[in-house]
């Protein structure tokens, strides 16, 4: 099984990031908080697409479902 296959641990990057208090944070550190999020949103999504365009350009070259 490949790595990229296996379940993803509890307690990613991203789980403790929802669960974090925001309240020690001043509203510049916030607004610094929103822009590194939404540019790692952006990086995510960008990702998701490369991904997506190589699986159709597999699909149409060895065939989707293999038959």
């Known amino acids: ?3 990229d296959d296996r379940p993803r641990p509890r307690g990613d990057a991203a ?3 929802v669960a ?3 309240a020690p944070y001043s ?3 916030l ?3 929103i822009a590194l999020l939404e540019a790692e949103i952006a990086r995510v999504a960008a990702h998701r ?5 190589h ?3 597999a699909d149409a070259l060895f065939g ?3 038959s």
């Open 1 to 3: 099984m490949d790595e």
């Open 27 to 29: 509203q510049d550190e």
């Open 49 to 53: 697409e490369r991904a997506a365009s």
């Open 64 to 66: 989707k479902g293999g």
């Open 55 to 57: 699986r159709t350009a």
């Open 31 to 33: 607004t610094e908080r």
């Open 15 to 17: 789980s403790r990031l």
């Open 20 to 22: 974090e208090d925001l």
